[in-house]
């Protein structure tokens, strides 16, 4: 059997979207369970479009997920560029494969599957302006060709002449007329389209000597032995053409697999950046700058944790067939398939998204946890022994979703409070609820014994709880009572009731 290659190949256009990631992911998975290669191509060959730091906002991203190529990229994590008489796959960036395209749409014009056009931007233009004038679309195809000027309607000639003098012509696929093109997409199914719907793109341009990304992607494809394209549905329309080019090259095609699109949470339609806008949620993996100052929010930043966010883009789309929806990415390797993949778009859901950072906060060791609180207590002026924290980091993690929760859930453990929530203490700061609650503490050393205490003494143990952690925290919610006097010890709850005492009044 062939071997499985699979590719994740982006333009470096812009931040790598997070539909974009979990396509990267699938090809990822995919290629593990089948012990097969993924690799990263950078497909670059439309200057217009180019943005700088895009490429190594790629591959930081896909290295913070831990889903990195096996070709593509050097073990350091450099993109390899140099072309190696060990890899013959290499160089990865089509900017640098730039000399191999050429030679490959001559031969299809050499074999009639596609023409030389000497059309220039300004014919285009008026063709496309005559058509609208009679109300219809300009298609550059077999009903419109035989009118423009190119390679089948001139004098060769005429066109070696002005393939030698002009440096603005195209190399372009001559769409056959009226067939009808089928297709097997392993998770659509069959699909039928009729030529005469399609265009005869262009393939290759003189005035840069760069092919399209049709070209480009089909050539090296092949030349790079893949055998699966996994990608997102946005690149189905492209499908005929792609089928249609294997088979003018003669070349075996490889096996397509079209994503569903990730679908906004509310309402219709894709999920976009001013979805994550409105609704509070990033739409990227990491935080991003573009060109002209603009910030996006990243998933990283926003404090997920990666393997988190690789569980919660897997089951977007891709469901294991049973109820588990934690997965390490080890486990996704064992259970993924491209036929558990749905064929509709996935809603996404940023509740469900918090869910699963949450349960993989709870899924970390006190350990970690207390070393990624350590710097966080350290911005807010707090010094604590570790070991100190380590005690009260299992608490504290039942209760929040990232590690930045952590303080709002426990400063005051660290800082006595200043201020006390007012409705908090119009209720529970009540004389004889504060004579009882004071009694209590003074004349038991730990919350265990202060207990026993009220509970001999037949007080009211809320009102009298109450009392006290508004005292310690400033507010009627917060960790247990015996966590938070063990933590900060007898005298400084003391203390804290004694300030409670001079500042609240009844
Ligand atoms: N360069 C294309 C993109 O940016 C790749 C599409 C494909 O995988 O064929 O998504």
Redesign the pocket.
């Given at each position: 059997m062939k071997r499985t290659r699979v590719r994740f190949?982006?333009?470096p256009t812009g931040p790598l979207h997070m539909g974009g990631v979990r396509t990267a992911l699938y090809n990822y998975l995919f290629a593990k369970k089948m012990g097969g290669d993924f690799i990263l191509r950078i497909?670059d060959t439309d200057s217009h479009r180019f943005v700088p730091g895009a490429e190594e906002y790629i591959i930081e991203s896909l290295r913070w997920c831990g889903i990195l190529p096996d070709e593509g990229l050097d073990a350091d994590g450099k993109l390899a560029s140099k072309r190696s008489v060990h890899n013959p796959h290499a160089p990865y960036r089509q900017s640098e494969r730039k000399g191999i395209y050429r030679k490959y749409a001559e031969q299809l014009v050499d074999g009639g599957f596609a023409y030389y056009a000497f059309d220039t931007a300004a014919e285009l233009e008026s063709a496309r302006a005559a058509a609208e004038g009679a109300g219809e679309t300009f298609i550059y195809n077999s009903a419109s060709r035989s009118s423009l000027r190119n390679s089948l309607t001139m004098d060769p000639a005429e066109v070696k002449r002005l393939l030698e003098e002009r440096d603005d012509w195209t190399i372009r696929f001559r769409m056959p007329e009226n067939e009808v093109v089928e297709m097997d997409d392993i998770i659509r199914g069959h699909i039928e389209v009729n030529t005469s719907t399609l265009d005869d793109k262009v393939l290759w341009k003189r005035a840069d000597e760069l092919p399209t990304?049709h070209l480009a992607?089909i050539v090296d494809d092949h030349l790079m032995e893949i055998s699966h394209?996994i990608?997102?549905e946005e690149?189905l329309p492209s499908l005929p053409l792609h089928f249609l080019l294997y088979r003018a090259f003669g070349w075996e095609r490889p096996e397509f697999a079209h994503l569903p699109l990730l679908l906004k949470p509310v309402g219709n339609g894709k999920l976009s950046k001013r979805d994550g806008d409105k609704m509070g949620f990033p739409v990227f993996p990491l935080r991003w700058v573009s060109p002209a100052g603009e910030v996006s929010r990243g998933y990283r930043e926003d404090g997920y944790f990666p393997d988190a966010f690789v569980n919660l883009l897997a089951m977007l789309g891709w469901n294991p067939g049973t109820e588990q929806e934690i997965f390490s990415l080890e486990e996704l390797v064992q259970a993924f398939s491209l036929d558990k993949v749905g064929k509709s778009g996935a809603k996404f859901n940023p509740d469900k998204a918090k869910w699963f950072n949450k349960e993989y906060l709870r899924m970390r060791s006190d350990e970690e946890l207390t070393a990624l609180f350590m710097p966080v207590l350290a911005e807010h002026g707090v010094s604590a022994e570790p070991a100190s924290v380590l005690e009260i980091v299992s608490l504290i993690k039942e209760r929040a979703t990232f590690v930045r929760d952590f303080w709002d859930i426990a400063w005051y453990l660290f800082n006595a409070p200043e201020e006390y929530v007012e409705k908090d203490a119009a209720k529970f700061w009540k004389s004889e609820n504060v004579a009882m609650a004071r009694e209590a503490l003074m004349e038991t050393g730990s919350a265990h014994d202060m207990e026993e205490y009220i509970r001999s003494r037949e007080w009211p143990m809320g009102k009298v709880m109450n009392c006290i952690r508004l005292a310690l925290t400033g507010s009627s919610n917060g960790l247990g009572i015996a966590d938070i006097m063990r933590f900060i010890g007898r005298d400084e709850a003391l203390a804290r009731f004694h300030r409670a005492e001079e500042r609240l009044i009844i």
């Open positions: 190949a982006p333009s497909e990304y992607n394209v990608r997102g690149w």
